[in-house]
């Protein structure tokens, strides 16, 4: 890629990777942790594009994506597993509720948007990158009998 490439690139993420903090953050509304996922993935793929599989090879290693993804799935599930030991109820909220429009104002929906978050990103990171490994053609040979 080119330097202007690069320089753009370098100006973008920074802006992305804060999107992608207030979407888990603001996670109950609007929002939440599916965008910020996706955003995860964009901003590999945009590394990925200006500079190169390099940059990002130790992170994109399949056994650390999957253990990544795990984690976040295993949050998930203990975050409303504790609803059911501590409240009674699974996926019931179990952390106190702060005031309106702050941080901690979401209860167990912060936690679980963050979880997704982590869920999403790396399953997208997952698939995306599985298939740009693909090497099977899928268009039809026209000299042959398929």
Do not use: C
């Amino acid at each position: 890629m080119t330097v202007l490439t690069r320089s753009a690139v370098r100006v973008v993420l920074p802006v992305l990777l804060v999107a992608g903090v207030y979407l888990v953050a603001q996670g109950y509304s609007p929002g939440g942790g599916f965008p910020a996922g996706a955003v995860m993935l964009g901003v590999i793929l945009l590394v990925h594009t200006a500079f190169g599989y390099s940059r990002i090879a130790r992170i994109v290693r399949p056994k650390v994506m999957e253990s990544i993804e795990l984690g976040g799935a295993l949050a998930i599930i203990l975050a409303l597993a504790l609803g059911w030991l501590l409240v009674g109820s699974f996926a019931a909220n179990w952390l106190p509720l702060a005031p309106e429009q702050t941080l901690r104002s979401g209860g167990l929906l912060q936690v679980f948007s963050l979880a997704e978050s982590v869920e999403v990103g790396s399953g997208l990171i997952i698939t995306v990158f599985a298939l740009m490994g693909l090497r099977h053609d899928w268009a039809r040979d026209p000299e042959g009998s398929g």
